[in-house]
């Protein structure tokens, strides 16, 4: 290797080394003792809950795993919507079912109904700039609402930062759930690890990974509840994850409205992909990142907790990580 071309690699390097000393600088350190669950926690639940595949069994299980942590939320997948923004009843024929069982057994938890689908222009799916479509999806979440569910959850992928007609939507659907006195949650992307990096992805890859931290506090300022989801970052190594985790904490901190919840995603599952290297971003490392920020620059907080994805894909440990690294005292 010439000179010449040693001193490029170097270069080409040092951000990357940067970068890295960056993230295990974030992640450096013990969690504050404060930082601990607030009581408004939350958990991503499968279709299977509301379409006759779970049973009494299983529900017993579920209030098992439940107990001990500080999970206020359990986000119920009801859809997934039509490409109109409709959704089909028969896409959730045990709800009430399900819905009576939470009353009775988990009292206090809101059960809200999560409803998803793919979003244009990247996919094949919603075309939210529409309004005629905007109109369907805010009749959706009216729709159960009726059926009895404590609050709606909008899951709506992938939405780029700025999109006017998302913004918008969130304004139309709060008008139903504001009527209702029902909360409005959204599961909201990552925010740029650095100024603009959403519009280079967009430019290089066509696809819009992160929002910007205006158009992050653009959308929390219009719901109850946001959730980021914090996971399928690439990242090689469980320290540099924990140190994005923290890392996105606090530029969601600092974006959030007080008044707003703001949650923060677990990955309670395995893959080992380019996206997402399961021995890297686990449970422990994300629940310890998020203490780490919380700890150092809202100890105070109390519109705080942690959402874990999801109860299909959790393993005991999963579990035992979110109970005994965040809720217990």
Do not use: N
């Amino acid at each position: 290797m010439t000179v010449a071309a040693l001193c490029g690699l170097v270069l080409l390097l040092l951000p990357v080394a940067s970068a890295a000393a960056a993230l295990r600088l974030q992640y450096a350190g013990e969690p504050s003792a404060q930082a601990r669950t607030r009581g408004r926690d939350a958990v991503w639940l499968g279709h299977a809950w509301v379409d006759g595949r779970k049973g009494e069994a299983d529900f017993a299980a579920l209030t098992r795993l439940l107990a001990g942590t500080g999970v206020r939320d359990l986000y119920v997948h009801t859809g997934p919507l039509e490409h109109d923004g409709s959704l089909r009843a028969s896409r959730y024929p045990q709800a009430p079912a399900f819905l009576a069982q939470a009353r009775q057994a988990l009292p206090g938890v809101r059960v809200q109904a999560w409803l998803g689908d793919l979003v244009a222009p990247e996919e094949e799916g919603l075309h939210l700039e529409e309004p005629a479509v905007r109109d369907q999806i805010a009749g959706s979440a009216a729709q159960v609402l009726a059926v009895g569910f404590s609050g709606v959850h909008f899951d709506l992928e992938p939405v780029r930062s700025g999109s006017a007609g998302f913004l918008a939507l969130l304004d139309r659907t709060h008008a139903v759930t504001a009527r209702a006195g029902a909360p409005l949650s959204v599961a909201a992307p990552q925010i740029d690890p650095l100024p603009g990096l959403h519009r280079a992805g967009i430019a290089l890859a066509g696809h819009g990974k992160w929002w910007s931290q205006a158009y992050f506090a653009e959308a929390a300022r219009r719901v109850e509840q946001i959730a980021v989801m914090s996971y399928d970052t690439g990242m090689p190594l469980e320290s540099l994850y924990g140190g994005y985790v923290a890392q996105q904490t606090t530029l969601a901190l600092e974006a959030t409205p007080p008044a707003v919840d703001l949650l923060m995603g677990l990955p309670a599952y395995w893959e080992d992909t380019f996206s997402h290297r399961g021995s890297a971003e686990t449970v422990p490392a994300a629940v310890r990142g998020a203490r780490l920020s919380l700890g150092r620059h809202a100890p105070g907080r109390h519109t705080f907790g942690l959402a874990l994805y999801a109860d299909f894909s959790a393993a005991p440990g999963d579990w035992t990580a979110f109970r005994d690294g965040w809720a217990a005292r």
